[in-house]
């Protein structure tokens, strides 16, 4: 994918000589830090890697990177990264959207570049907020949610980044939190390795607009409760030492939350609900649970195991380069000859 | 004088009356064959050395039920000895395969013209779908015309008699028949079109043999005189046409655009074309002409809707290659925002746009040219961009190569404005030499020395276009207002100003790179200039010549590029006292160049689906050349 | 929602003066009739009852109803019918589009109605190809699908309407065949009943463009063992005489056809997976099956057991009728008085 | 003449210098409060009799780091005992809390001007943050200028020492200390802010307390003469304005947009607006205001995007609501198509453009004029449309009412051109009587008798408006042509060009139904005649009569209405020799008058993100004037 120069670049190599301009204590910094330090764990080249994003808070990202970027407009990046890479495919490129760019303005690009599995990755900053116009509903914000363009509080029923990324038949959706930067680094480098679209949504804290908003499963005290790391063929647990779990009940369509261990009242591991990222309707319903009755679910709830031909490699294929003589088609079909 | 070098067909006989061209118009119902009917005429007559000039009539609905006047499909055909150069004002000989054919294309028969219609098909009840209280051929209603009521029906069907097929197959064949009968009734060769025939039938069992019968039955018909006696000729000759010599194929304005991009393609170097694009009448027939251009570096891709094909051209463009969207006005309209991002990130694009009559879904079949406007004006703030239009199918080579050249020198969306008229007729184009066409390649910088993104050509003012992948030149570009001098973002006031001049500036400068302005006949001076731009270029031509055979002194330009304007095109104005502007739109391009220039610039406007017919241009140069100067002026 | 007339309306009262302008043998002539015929069962009005539509052969839907009717623009029925709704909640809106119009241009128009749940139904006529525009692929054309724009087969994976429509958020998502005229008049009724936006996906046949391209499972002599028709609370079975049925692996995820009865290598009915249309994974599951492996599901893959207040119930909870003096927020602030 | 009835501030000491009006910014970070203190000491000035105008400066970042130049807050106020039309060209005092802001806002300053600074904060680390290389305060550069350093910050913190703050929320009444002082420097009465503060910050502890304290504290700092000796005054005085008696308060052009539209809804006797829009700067706020008039029956829609925000408002017209759409440039360059369906469907509708600066993203915050060609050409076809410009804030109340009267009279779409400047910039406004302002009630067809869709009225040419719902009128309408006669499905040839002339005069007739252009100032004829729209308004008002006051022949229109054009303006045009059109765009409404009137008309035009200054619309009077008239035609 990018050629390889003489000495691997360190994460610090990626960043560009720009001022970082995001209020300070976004989320969007540690973001940063995350794709910095994947990208060097990759051995990406700057001049082999683009950024594309459309516009908001989180679409300033370009700006901080060295490689080459693109800041376009409002939840259009998906198309263009898609005619970026039909026009360059030999070119790493990176999606970064907001919960409002890629899922208000920008849904319709996005279901199509997920549905074509186009070879790119797309990073979802989902604040559930506006934040570059200060602070109006976004189409992940909760009901109630209470901002300048809803006083009384949202009243329309949010969309679910994963969800919407399975129902539109995306091949790796996954999740991970902005603050548990090991994990996202970690995740980038598997979403890379994923050939066609991978599909990454970060929860991400805008602490100006809406602060705290995750809090009941990032914020360090509560989060081994009310997260789940999901890992492909591994027991479904959380919890401290993982003293919980999952289980399914096929009869009622319903995960259970369960105390792990031989005792009474608890599940024994071998009858937890076991991982399986091949599976859609699995994903959709891990992807479902929100706390307090459920951990939110981190990691990669959906990985298509067989991976085909990718959409710019299916269209691209056999393309030869420009140039050839048009005298064959300009003859094709019935000529005839004027003579002076 | 010029000759083709085809066989000739067989001499007139000696009741044949000369014509200079005529006009037959080809109808029947969408399932009839009548576009493939008149397609192979017009190629026959091209092939037998006429001029020739074709265009389509077919209706909005996909396949309408038989019989209705909605369902009609029609195809008409003007070919001559002289300079064909529209598909004709009037209908000469009308072929009608049933009565809703008749009702819907008599009245563009010129009177006197003769109707070839197929009594068999004139029931109670396909009299009934057309909407005809009484038959048509028993009362008055057609006393002016010639008519030769034919049972083209019966004849067909016993023509293919032999080849046992279906009465539906065999009915089919009645197109065929026509055909040959018109061939006849224009003394032209079939040859070409039994070797069409044979060619498309292949492998179809009796099929082609069957039609290759009803051609020559119809043939036949005429020869052997069977025609009914109506006291009118019935039989022509047209001379050939002295077209330049070479070697010619016909082309419709949407072949010759896809061909013109994809040769731009090979002349800028460049490795790849994106062709993304919507579908949308009647701009789809360019996304599947260049679908099959894959051979020549073209991809296409079909976007999830206008906006997103506008957006992958822009990031092909990013990514290097040469990034094309195309659409019709409504499409346009949506990629308005992202065009922008074009103008302000300084990418070249081309947008091609196959107008069509609105506004909103208004008449998606039919011609218009009401997109200027939209093309220079309809993005958010100031946003210059090029601006070209091909006047006539075979021109639509050149524009599109001058597109490409121009969108990839100055770094800019250009607009390639053709149309519903342009895209669908077709006419004699003689193959251009393609070794001698001139190349201009595209350039990338790779120099990282001094490199900032808005770093200009002190000529043309264009940035550099930069390849991601290339080392030591990554930066970051957008649609946030950028510092002239260090390429970062920037929010000055006076740079803000200082950018907005320079955008206009380097569109401007577009003019010192294009041919200056010609006159195409007249005078460079007088009393009356006739400017026009586009697919009216035929029907403004015929009109000028014909009031300059009158003794008018008037004179005809034709603009291919709307902005910028030719560098002369003021001086040249400036040399006359009135200005003429025929538009098929409400008054668009005579309001720019009443704007831009001193001039009294009145437009003739009509919006009626089709391109003006030459006697309307003629009677407003009549009245022009009439009017007191100052009215004029107004 | 719709105010009843004098006497209950047939079928045909519905039908418009103008003449229908399908292709003689198109599916869309079926689903008129249908349509026709549940508005009569369900005792609709005239004026009271309202189609709007984008732009394709569907969309030319209203112009044959005698009910008031809006043929807009391509894609956006969606948010124009939501617009109607907020002016005129009594009225009962039904959206008509096309594949190409729902989930092409309008596919974010279709999300977003979808997850906020206004109070309409919308119908999507699928029949995996672009009918008005002279047939070229369309986003639920299969691989391979050869068109006027891809020539050497379309290389884009398709977008499943159903799945789309369940990761958006839908709360009521059915499956219908146009020329099975009982059940889709059935399904409409249900689909009106639905408090909130139901989603009807018909599978059309364009006989012109795509012809057949559904006959794996519509045609009569094989439909019984390719389609399946799901109703809540009932053993999945289909099959002549329903000797055959489905069951599902909790380990693998995964659905099995089996047959159905006591013999050897067969399931008894018991053991089948039963439908629960509450469930959003298993209409996933349902949702995503395609012969020859698996039947076609047809009927109510999901239902939302529990239907909120809708958007426009919510958005417009009292809201006065305008009129109210101005002079309270011109007056609210710091006024002061310039006396002569 | 009128005296404000509030008391008044207490007597000037004797070392103030009178002053007719003062310019006075204050400058700081974006968490510093600065937005607040403008706007409270605006206030109070006008409660203290003073005309005022005032226009808010913020940075693009939402929090920007502390101490960057990007990241400074500004807020303007300009007051005087004179009409004051504009925010100010120079600013007179400038009040910079910290060194970004003094840099940032220097350049603005008139030479001889004041600045007060926080001496506190000018830290190495802020003077590099500021990237100041050495302390201006140590070197020549703040020369031209009186300097008043100022140890603000201890200042404050003594003052609020007693109420045991954080040392951050204690910083934080840094705000409150400058107004303060501010108050005493221009004899300002204070206790309406310090009512202000006291709610403002009720229930919240010291808080209230503490700002208080530090608004006394700064006050008294002044009055007890603690000022440094600079040996220049820094106490002034400004007396009353004239102001027409009434009750006043000060508004936004976007409160008093808000307001117009509810009133023109109330006026209009529809049952509810529709108020869709996508949040954009700098629409967002319209959107929020109107979020409050729900008791008003407003109902607001954020969308999804800004096509779906245009199709609802479309939906809820063909519903039978007011339907209003809001965004900036990049957002109605999408709506487009859509406003294309409402051109042909005939339906109301309101499309409010709050521009800014382009292309493209161009700078999001900043004011521009530019969107006037998008708003009239920025759909496919012809699809003319009317289109009306606010001049002032306060104005916007009346556009607010116009655009939904005629909207809804004559069924048809109208774009409100109101901009960055407008909606942020406040002034003082009467208000209205509410109860004598005109109802203009919109109809509603229940006649079945004879009716179609397309039917009109023969005098607006309007055709009928019909609820959904409404027994006996079920029609279909659409995007398609219609005949004219039936409302039929119609592609024929005539009735599109027919139709097309009727969309166009429907929009002309209007100009039937709104005032005749009025002569601002000066006398109906001339030499030259300056033309404005939108938000220039009050720099060429203030140019025009400085220059009459020199002796000028000049006069002064401003269009409300863009189009149609007020039917007498072409007579009231030809009464001048030259017509001088100053706009913040590259010359757009100069270009329209070219083109429909025989005019000689000349463009001033600047782009630098803000409104013109008074002085270049003053030297470009000089420069028509003085031109030889040949060359001002050009
Ligand atoms: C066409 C267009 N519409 C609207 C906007 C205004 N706008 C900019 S960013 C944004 C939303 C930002 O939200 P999100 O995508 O969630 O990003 P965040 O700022 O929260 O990171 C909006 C509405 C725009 N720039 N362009
Ligand atoms: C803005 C715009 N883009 C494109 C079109 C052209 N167009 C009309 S219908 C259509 C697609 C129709 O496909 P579908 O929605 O599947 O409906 P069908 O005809 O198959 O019923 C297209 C591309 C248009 N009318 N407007
Ligand atoms: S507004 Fe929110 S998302 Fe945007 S930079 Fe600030 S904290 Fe981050
Ligand atoms: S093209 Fe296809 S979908 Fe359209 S009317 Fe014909 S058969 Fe029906
Ligand atoms: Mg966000
Ligand atoms: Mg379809």
Redesign the pocket.
């Known amino acids: 994918m990018t050629e390889t120069t003489l000495s691997p670049l360190s994460a610090k190599d990626f960043a560009s000589d720009q001022e970082v301009r995001w209020c300070p204590g976004c989320g969007d910094y540690a973001i940063l830090k995350g794709v910095q330090k994947a990208l060097a764990t990759l051995g990406a080249t700057r001049e082999g890697t683009v950024f594309v994003s459309g516009i908001g808070c989180a679409a300033r990202f370009p700006y901080y990177m060295s490689t080459y970027g693109f800041h376009t407009i409002h939840g259009r990046a998906p198309a263009i990264a898609t005619g970026l890479k039909l026009a360059n495919p030999g070119l790493d490129v990176w999606v970064v959207t907001g919960d409002g760019d890629g899922l208000s303005i920008g849904g319709n690009h996005l279901l199509h570049v997920l549905r074509r599995d186009v070879n790119l990755q797309i990073l979802l900053f989902n604040n559930e907020i506006y934040g570059l116009t200060k602070g109006q509903v976004s189409p992940t914000s909760r009901v109630g949610t209470v901002t300048p363009s809803t006083p009384r509080g949202s009243v329309a029923n949010p969309v679910h980044p994963a969800s919407f990324a399975l129902g539109a038949g995306a091949r790796f959706v996954a999740r991970a939190i902005d603050i548990n930067l090991k994990h996202l680094e970690a995740l980038l480098v598997d979403a890379h390795a994923h050939r066609g679209t991978a599909f990454v949504e970060i929860f991400q804290n805008c602490v100006v607009f809406n602060d705290g908003c995750f809090s009941d499963f990032t914020d360090r005290k509560r989060a081994d409760d009310t997260q789940i790391l999901v890992e492909h063929g591994k027991p479904l647990r959380f919890g401290k030492d993982g003293n919980k779990g999952l289980t399914f009940d096929p009869k009622s369509w319903k995960l259970e939350v369960v105390q792990v261990g031989d005792g009474p009242e608890h599940v024994p591991e071998d009858e937890l609900l076991v991982h399986d990222e091949t599976s859609r309707p699995l994903a959709m319903l891990l992807g479902q649970m929100r706390p307090p009755d459920y951990p939110m679910a981190i990691g990669i709830l959906y990985r298509d195991p067989n991976p085909s031909a990718t959409y710019d490699e299916a269209l691209l294929e056999g393309v030869p380069p420009a140039g050839a003589s048009l005298s064959a088609p300009l003859q094709a079909g019935r000529t005839w000859k004027v003579s002076p | 004088m010029s000759k083709a070098s085809l066989p000739q067909a067989n001499g007139g006989s000696p009741s044949r009356e000369r014509l200079d061209a005529v006009v037959v118009r080809f109808a029947g119902d969408s399932g009839d064959g009548m576009q493939t009917a008149g397609t192979q005429f017009g190629i026959q007559a091209a092939l037998s050395g006429s001029d020739i000039s074709t265009f389509p009539d077919y209706p909005a609905e996909?396949r309408a039920p038989a019989g209705t006047t909605y369902g009609v499909s029609a195809f008409q055909v003007h070919f001559g000895s002289q300079d064909v150069k529209t598909a004709g004002d009037d209908v000469d000989v009308l072929v009608a395969l049933n009565p809703a054919a008749l009702k819907v294309n008599v009245g563009d028969l010129r009177l006197g013209g003769t109707i070839v219609l197929d009594t068999d098909a004139f029931s109670d009840r396909n009299l009934a779908k057309a909407g005809y209280a009484a038959n048509p051929l028993d009362d008055e209603s057609l006393a002016p015309y010639v008519i030769l009521p034919l049972d083209i029906t019966t004849q067909t069907l016993r023509a293919v008699e032999a080849f046992e097929l279906s009465t539906k197959e065999a009915t089919r064949c009645r197109n065929m028949w026509a055909i040959g009968l018109a061939l006849w009734m224009f003394d032209r060769e079939r040859q070409a079109t039994i070797n069409w025939v044979q060619k498309k039938f292949e492998g179809r069992g009796n099929i082609a043999e069957a039609n290759v019968a009803a051609l020559n039955a119809g043939h036949a018909f005429g020869e052997t005189a069977e025609m009914p006696s109506t006291g009118a000729t019935a039989a022509w000759t047209v001379d050939p046409a002295e077209l330049p010599p070479g070697l010619y194929r016909t082309v419709s304005g949407t072949e010759a655009l896809a061909w013109g991009l994809t040769s731009g393609l090979a002349s800028s170097g460049l490795e790849r074309m994106i062709f993304a694009s919507?579908?949308?009448?009647p701009a789809?027939p360019l996304l599947h002409a260049l679908t099959r251009m894959r051979d020549h570096g073209v991809v296409t891709f079909q976007a999830e809707?206008?906006i997103a094909a506008a957006c992958a051209a822009i990031g092909a463009a990013y990514g290097g290659a040469l990034g094309v969207t195309s659409?019709?006005g409504?499409?346009i309209?949506?990629k308005g925002e992202a065009i922008g991002l074009a103008v302000g990130a300084e990418l070249p694009m081309i947008v091609v746009n196959s107008q069509r009559a609105g506004p909103s879904?208004g008449m998606?079949t039919k011609t218009e040219q009401s997109d200027l406007f939209q093309a220079l004006y309809g993005r958010n703030a100031d946003s210059p961009v090029a601006v070209l239009a091909p006047a006539t199918p075979t021109d639509c080579f050149e524009v599109g190569r001058e597109a490409v050249r121009v969108a990839t020198k100055f770094m800019t969306p250009v607009y390639i404005l053709t149309d519903a008229y342009l895209a669908n007729a077709a006419e004699p184009w003689r193959l251009p030499d393609l070794d001698a066409l001139p190349s201009f390649p595209a350039e990338f910088r790779t120099d990282p020395e001094g490199y900032h993104p808005f770093i200009r050509d002190p000529e043309t003012l264009a940035r550099p276009w930069v390849r991601p992948g290339t080392p030591g030149l990554e930066h970051r570009i957008g649609g946030i207002e950028r510092n002239a001098d260090t390429s970062h973002i920037s929010y000055d006031r006076e740079n803000h100003d200082r950018m907005t001049q320079i955008r206009a500036e380097r569109i401007q400068r577009i003019a010192n790179h294009i041919s200056e302005q010609a006159i195409e006949q007249g005078e460079s001076s007088g009393p009356l200039l006739v400017l026009g731009w586009g697919s009216t270029f035929g029907a403004i031509s015929k009109a000028v010549e014909r009031a300059r055979h009158a003794g008018r002194p008037v004179s005809q330009a034709h603009l291919r590029w709307l902005w910028p304007f030719p560098r002369n095109l003021a001086d040249l104005l400036a040399g006359f006292e009135r200005v003429l502007v025929p538009e098929n739109n409400a008054g668009q391009l005579v309001q720019v160049v009443r704007a831009t220039f001193d001039v009294g610039a009145v437009g003739l406007n009509r919006v009626t689906g089709r391109p003006f017919r030459i006697r309307e241009i003629e009677a407003a140069i009549d009245a022009a050349l009439d009017a007191q100067p100052k009215e004029a002026a107004r």
Chains 1, 3 share one sequence.
């Open positions: 996909i919507y579908p949308i009448t789809s809707d206008e659409s019709s409504p499409g309209a949506l879904t998606p």
